[in-house]
Nanobody, 121 residues
Framework: VQLQAFGGGLVQAGGSLRLSCAAS????????IGWFRQAPGKEREGVSC???????YYAGSVKGRFTISRDNAKNTVYLQMNSLKPEDTALYYC????????????????WGKGTEVTVSS
């Protein structure tokens, strides 16, 4: 089981980025896939998650600006990030819970390497 996150970069405030989380070794639509982020000096926090039934969840700080989606044919989950703010600057990770299908940080059993997002003011 492997997850690879990519698509990060440097963007000005108000701009957009789309992160991708490509899965290998398993079929991601069977499981919950979550996006998490960790800013320098801060704890990791959940950003968004999509469950196997297609239900989606967002942190309050990103609701209305970020959209999570899944392309089963490409075995990839996306995080479309619009109206980016400097406080969105962080290392973004994708992870999966292949055991219980939940969207909690502590339930994720596989993590990909992060992709860095920097939003300049």
């Amino acid at each position: 089981v492997q997850l690879q996150a990519f698509g990060g970069g440097l963007v000005q405030a108000g701009g957009s980025l789309r992160l991708s989380c490509a899965a290998s070794g398993f079929t991601l639509d069977y499981y919950a896939i979550g996006w998490f982020r960790q800013a320098p000096g801060k704890e990791r926090e959940g950003v968004s998650c999509i469950k196997s039934d297609g239900s989606t969840y967002y942190a309050g700080s990103v609701k209305g600006r970020f959209t999570i989606s899944r392309d089963n044919a490409k075995n990839t989950v996306y995080l479309q990030m619009n109206s980016l703010k400097p406080e969105d600057t962080a290392l973004y990770y994708c992870a999966t819970d292949t055991t219980n299908g939940l969207c909690y940080d502590y339930s994720m059993d596989y993590w990909g390497k992060g992709t860095e997002v920097t939003v300049s003011s």
